[in-house]
C-alpha cells in the first residue's frame, strides 16, 4: 500500500496483542507435547507472515531495504552507470548563452529532489548518479548536421537520437545501453517573447536504457522558482499561440517538464496520487510537472515522488549504485493468483517464482475515461499506485482503494532487485460500488503458471 508516510497504524488484518503471541506460544507448546511419545505429528517450523508488520509506508521500506541488503554484493569491478546529459543544438547555432552553469543547477536541484523524496519515504541518502566533469555537470555536446531553418522540431526525436547515437559512439558509448537526458537548444528568446520548438517527451525506457527529450531557454534558473518581485511577464509559445508565463510558472513548468519527462526516461509511467497520498501535494509523474517548487513559492504543496515509483527508483542502476544482474531477466512466473473484494477494497493475493528476488509487487489501478479507447500513453495519468512487499515465502497481497464505477485494468507490476519491472495485466468492472470479476478470472487463468 503506497502513500504518504505515517505513524503505523492498525490494518484490516490487525496487528497480534500480546494475548495472540501467547496463545501461538501454548499452541505449539501443546504440539511438542503430543510429539514427545515418538508419533510423526510435530511443531511447525514456520509461522505464517504476520502482513500487519509490512501495512505501513514505513515499515514496507524498511522490509524491503533488508531485502535488497542481503541480496546485493559489492564488486569494485562492476562499473557504476551515470545518467548521460546530452546537450543538442543545430548546425548553425551555437549552444545558449550559460547553458553549461543553467543546466548543473538544474542537475543539482532535481538530484536534490530525489534525495529529500527517498529521505522522507525511508530509503536514507539515495538519488540520481550524475557524470561530472572538475566538479561540474557533464554535458555531452553535439552539433547537428542540420540548420536551424524548421529541419528540427517537436516531431523530430527520432532524427535528433541517431544524430546524438553516432557521435557518442565515436566517444566510445553505446547510446542504446544508456539512460540520456537530451537538452536541445531549440528554442528563441526576443526580450520577453519566447518560443519552444524542441521535442519534449521520453521514451524506450527500462532499468538499462531510456531516452527524454527537453527545452533550454535562456530564461531557465532555479532562482526563477522562487518568488519573483518585480513580476515579470514572459509570452510563451510552444504548441499553440503565445500565452502570458509568470517568470516561476515558467520555470515550474519546463523545470518540473524536465524531472517529469526524465522520469519517463527512468521507465516510470504516469501515476495519480491517492487520496492519502494527496496530502503531500501533487504526484510527479501525474501533474506534478506543473506543481514543481510551488512551495518554495507558498503557491501550493508543491510535487512529491510516490512511495511505488520510489521503490521503482530505489533498485534502478541510476540510483542503486550497482549494475548487479541488471541484464539478466528475471524470469518471473506467478503461480498463484486470486482476488477479493472486502472493506471497500480489492484484495489481489499471489505466489512467484523469479531467478533475480522481486522485492515489491505493484498495482497501477487505471480507470478507462469516456471516450477512451485505450488505457495507458497519456491516458493513464489517472492511475492510483498500490504496493506490497513480496515475503520470504515469496507470497505478495495488494490492497487496492480510492475505488470508483467503471471500466479498469489492474497493471501489477513485480520490481526486482535488478532493477527490472515485469508487467501483467488485469481487467475488472465496477458498478455501484461491487466490483464483477469476470474477466479478471479469464485474465488470472492466462497470466498465472502452476
Given at each position: 500500500?503506497?502513500?504518504?508516510?505515517?505513524?503505523?497504524?492498525?490494518?484490516?488484518?490487525?496487528?497480534?496483542?500480546?494475548?495472540?503471541?501467547?496463545?501461538?506460544?501454548?499452541?505449539?507448546?501443546?504440539?511438542?507435547?503430543?510429539?514427545?511419545?515418538?508419533?510423526?505429528?510435530?511443531?511447525?517450523?514456520?509461522?505464517?507472515?504476520?502482513?500487519?508488520?509490512?501495512?505501513?509506508?514505513?515499515?514496507?521500506?524498511?522490509?524491503?531495504?533488508?531485502?535488497?541488503?542481503?541480496?546485493?554484493?559489492?564488486?569494485?569491478?562492476?562499473?557504476?552507470?551515470?545518467?548521460?546529459?546530452?546537450?543538442?543544438?543545430?548546425?548553425?547555432?551555437?549552444?545558449?548563452?550559460?547553458?553549461?552553469?543553467?543546466?548543473?543547477?538544474?542537475?543539482?536541484?532535481?538530484?536534490?529532489?530525489?534525495?529529500?523524496?527517498?529521505?522522507?519515504?525511508?530509503?536514507?541518502?539515495?538519488?540520481?548518479?550524475?557524470?561530472?566533469?572538475?566538479?561540474?555537470?557533464?554535458?555531452?555536446?553535439?552539433r547537428g548536421t542540420a540548420n536551424d531553418d524548421g529541419s528540427y522540431?517537436?516531431?523530430?526525436?527520432?532524427?535528433?537520437?541517431?544524430?546524438?547515437?553516432?557521435?557518442?559512439?565515436?566517444?566510445?558509448?553505446?547510446?542504446?545501453?544508456?539512460?540520456?537526458?537530451?537538452?536541445?537548444?531549440?528554442?528563441?528568446?526576443?526580450?520577453?517573447?519566447?518560443?519552444?520548438?524542441?521535442?519534449?517527451?521520453?521514451?524506450?525506457?527500462?532499468?538499462?536504457?531510456?531516452?527524454?527529450?527537453?527545452?533550454?531557454?535562456?530564461?531557465?534558473?532555479?532562482?526563477?522558482?522562487?518568488?519573483?518581485?518585480?513580476?515579470?511577464?514572459?509570452?510563451?509559445?510552444?504548441?499553440?499561440?503565445?500565452?502570458?508565463?509568470?517568470?516561476?510558472?515558467?520555470?515550474?513548468?519546463?523545470?518540473?517538464?524536465?524531472?517529469?519527462?526524465?522520469?519517463?526516461?527512468?521507465?516510470?509511467?504516469?501515476?495519480?496520487?491517492?487520496?492519502?497520498?494527496?496530502?503531500?501535494?501533487?504526484?510527479?509523474?501525474?501533474?506534478?510537472?506543473?506543481?514543481?517548487?510551488?512551495?518554495?513559492?507558498?503557491?501550493?504543496?508543491?510535487?512529491?515522488?510516490?512511495?511505488?515509483?520510489?521503490?521503482?527508483?530505489?533498485?534502478?542502476?541510476?540510483?542503486?549504485?550497482?549494475?548487479?544482474?541488471?541484464?539478466?531477466?528475471?524470469?518471473?512466473?506467478?503461480?498463484?493468483?486470486?482476488?477479493?473484494?472486502?472493506?471497500?477494497?480489492?484484495?489481489?493475493?499471489?505466489?512467484?517464482?523469479?531467478?533475480?528476488?522481486?522485492?515489491?509487487?505493484?498495482?497501477?489501478?487505471?480507470?478507462?475515461?469516456?471516450?477512451?479507447?485505450?488505457?495507458?500513453?497519456?491516458?493513464?495519468?489517472?492511475?492510483?499506485?498500490?504496493?506490497?512487499?513480496?515475503?520470504?515465502?515469496?507470497?505478495?497481497?495488494?490492497?487496492?482503494?480510492?475505488?470508483?464505477?467503471?471500466?479498469?485494468?489492474?497493471?501489477?507490476?513485480?520490481?526486482?532487485?535488478?532493477?527490472?519491472?515485469?508487467?501483467?495485466?488485469?481487467?475488472?468492472?465496477?458498478?455501484?460500488?461491487?466490483?464483477?470479476?469476470?474477466?479478471?478470472?479469464?485474465?488470472?487463468?492466462?497470466?498465472?503458471?502452476?
Amino acid at each position: 500500500m503506497s502513500g504518504t508516510p505515517a505513524t503505523p497504524h492498525v490494518s484490516y488484518c490487525q496487528r497480534r496483542t500480546n494475548t495472540d503471541r501467547a496463545l501461538e506460544a501454548l499452541l505449539i507448546c501443546c504440539l511438542i507435547a503430543l510429539c514427545g511419545d515418538g508419533t510423526t505429528a510435530a511443531a511447525p517450523t514456520t509461522l505464517p507472515f504476520d502482513w500487519s508488520t509490512v501495512d505501513s509506508q514505513p515499515e514496507q521500506a524498511a522490509h524491503i531495504l533488508r531485502q535488497l541488503r542481503a541480496w546485493r554484493k559489492p564488486d569494485p569491478a562492476r562499473g557504476k552507470k551515470y545518467l548521460r546529459v546530452v546537450y543538442f543544438h543545430p548546425q548553425d547555432r551555437q549552444p545558449l548563452k550559460g547553458h553549461i552553469d543553467r543546466w548543473h543547477h538544474i542537475m543539482a536541484d532535481i538530484r536534490q529532489f530525489y534525495r529529500d523524496e527517498m529521505r522522507t519515504l525511508g530509503y536514507g541518502d539515495v538519488t540520481l548518479a550524475l557524470e561530472q566533469d572538475q566538479g561540474k555537470l557533464k554535458l555531452h555536446q553535439v552539433r547537428g548536421t542540420a540548420n536551424d531553418d524548421g529541419s528540427y522540431s517537436y516531431r523530430s526525436g527520432n532524427r535528433i537520437y541517431n544524430e546524438i547515437v553516432k557521435v557518442l559512439a565515436q566517444k566510445g558509448i553505446d547510446a542504446q545501453r544508456e539512460t540520456l537526458l537530451i537538452v536541445c537548444g531549440l528554442s528563441r528568446t526576443e526580450d520577453k517573447k519566447v518560443t519552444i520548438y524542441s521535442p519534449y517527451y521520453g521514451m524506450g525506457a527500462d532499468h538499462t536504457k531510456g531516452i527524454c527529450f527537453v527545452a533550454d531557454s535562456d530564461w531557465l534558473t532555479i532562482a526563477g522558482l522562487k518568488p519573483d518581485p518585480q513580476g515579470l511577464v514572459l509570452q510563451v509559445k510552444e504548441h499553440r499561440g503565445y500565452e502570458p508565463f509568470s517568470l516561476a510558472r515558467f520555470n515550474t513548468t519546463y523545470i518540473g517538464g524536465t524531472i517529469h519527462e526524465l522520469g519517463h526516461g527512468l521507465s516510470l509511467p504516469h501515476n495519480h496520487a491517492t487520496q492519502g497520498e494527496a496530502k503531500r501535494g501533487t504526484a510527479l509523474m501525474g501533474a506534478g510537472n506543473y506543481t514543481y517548487r510551488q512551495e518554495w513559492r507558498q503557491e501550493g504543496k508543491g510535487s512529491f515522488l510516490t512511495h511505488a515509483h520510489a521503490i521503482r527508483l530505489l533498485v534502478h542502476p541510476l540510483f542503486s549504485g550497482t549494475a548487479q544482474q541488471a541484464d539478466q531477466s528475471p524470469d518471473l512466473q506467478l503461480t498463484s493468483l486470486r482476488v477479493s473484494f472486502d472493506d471497500n477494497h480489492i484484495h489481489v493475493r499471489g505466489t512467484l517464482r523469479a531467478k533475480i528476488p522481486a522485492v515489491a509487487m505493484i498495482a497501477y489501478n487505471d480507470r478507462e475515461n469516456p471516450g477512451q479507447q485505450r488505457y495507458q500513453v497519456n491516458n493513464d495519468y489517472d492511475a492510483t499506485t498500490w504496493s506490497s512487499v513480496v515475503n520470504s515465502q515469496q507470497e505478495f497481497w495488494i490492497r487496492v482503494g480510492d475505488l470508483q464505477d467503471g471500466n479498469h485494468q489492474l497493471r501489477l507490476v513485480c520490481v526486482h532487485a535488478n532493477g527490472a519491472a515485469v508487467t501483467h495485466r488485469l481487467h475488472y468492472t465496477m458498478t455501484d460500488g461491487i466490483p464483477d470479476f469476470d474477466r479478471t478470472q479469464r485474465d488470472i487463468a492466462n497470466t498465472t503458471t502452476p
